[in-house]
């Protein structure tokens, strides 16, 4: 059990906030006053989500995703589903998937390709907060993301390790005993 004096802090609040407002720029710019499903993906987007909502200009309706990746601990075993899917039609929709973040990259293909094979969507922005690009296994990219880190595992801002640290205002990394 980590206690949490164990996590070293990496992104700052203030940090976060600010790249947050610099995605919420691009999509309001490349958006304008079109209309948007914004979905969160449970569980770990859900301060992401909720905080980029708030910075966007245009008409914003927020649904919800859950996925499972079967895996242990803190690596990802590639199997991935989704396990509720709370969505409405989308069909002929602009859809921005908030993600927390892109790690091997076998959820972001997923949900590409899960949008792709449901719906006809008029547009998919793929946005994560964090991009973890040397762990990738699969050539998938995010359109947007707001910081590219190390390979850490990382919790807080939604991130979990076991369930916990996802309350956390900033993200931190958990040191490894040596
Ligand atoms: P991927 O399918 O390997 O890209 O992993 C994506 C999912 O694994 C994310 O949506 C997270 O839920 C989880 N994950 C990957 N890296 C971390 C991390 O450093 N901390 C917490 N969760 C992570
Ligand atoms: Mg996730």
Same mark, same amino acid.
């Not at 907060?129 to 050539?139: A, F, H, N, T």
């Given at each position: 059990m980590y206690t949490e004096q164990d996590i070293k802090p990496l992104i700052s609040e203030s940090q976060i906030q600010q790249a947050i407002k610099t995605m919420a720029d691009n999509l309001n710019n490349l958006y304008k006053q079109e209309e948007v499903y914004l979905i969160c993906v449970l569980k770990g987007s859900v301060m992401f989500m909720t905080d980029l909502a708030k910075q966007l200009k245009m008409p914003v309706k927020m649904e919800f995703i859950r996925l499972s990746s079967y895996?242990?601990?803190?690596?990802?075993?590639?199997k991935v589903r989704a396990i =509720?899917?709370?969505?409405?039609?989308?069909? *002929?929709k602009n859809v921005i998937i908030a993600e927390d973040i892109v790690d091997t990259g076998h959820t972001a293909k997923f949900l590409t390709d899960f949008f792709d094979y449901k719906f006809k969507v008029k547009s998919l922005t793929f946005c994560s907060?964090? =991009?973890?690009?040397?762990?990738?296994?699969? *050539?998938i990219n995010p359109d947007y993301y707001c910081f590219e880190i190390d390979d850490k595992f990382v919790v807080g801002y939604g991130l979990d390790n076991d369930g916990l640290?996802?309350?956390?205002p900033y993200i931190g990394y958990i040191e490894t005993q040596s």
């Open positions: 895996g242990s601990g803190t690596e990802s075993s590639g =509720d899917i709370l969505l409405p039609d989308l069909n *002929d907060l964090l =991009d973890k690009k040397i762990k990738r296994v699969v *050539d640290y996802r309350n956390l």
